[in-house]
Nanobody, 124 residues
């Protein structure tokens, strides 16, 4: 059974930073692109960032230059470093495993597996 276990969410003031972690089973980590989505109250779930093999990284325009996705292959862990956080970043953040979809003007993922989600709240 594939498991994606997130951690690192919490409450932070605007301008602050948080780092999310997602631990994945080794087989999943090596087979899939890994990424992050988020869902704010009353809104659809949206793509945030993805990391494919090598140095292929993809970001939503709304987080580019503020968020950084990275992978630690030795720990089967994907991270999302979030800096300069804004109140509009408040959402439940979900770790995702699947493939990167580049067919439209903005990148996204086709997700095979989801984590359980972790709450990020940014106060103004």
């Amino acid at each position: 059974q594939v498991q994606l276990v997130e951690s690192g969410g919490g409450l932070v003031q605007a301008g602050g930073s948080l780092r999310l972690s997602c631990v994945v089973s080794a087989r999943t980590f090596s087979r899939y692109a890994m990424g992050w989505f988020r869902q704010a109250p009353g809104k659809e779930r949206e793509f945030v960032a993805a990391a494919r093999w090598g140095a292929n990284l993809y970001y939503a325009d709304s987080v580019k230059d503020r968020f950084t996705i990275s992978k630690d292959n030795a720990k089967n862990t994907v991270y999302l470093q979030m800096n300069s956080l804004k109140p509009e970043d408040t959402a439940v953040y979900y770790c995702a495993a699947g493939g990167v979809n580049l067919s439209s003007t903005t990148p996204t993922m086709i997700v095979d597996y989801w984590g359980q989600g972790t709450q990020v709240t940014v106060s103004s």
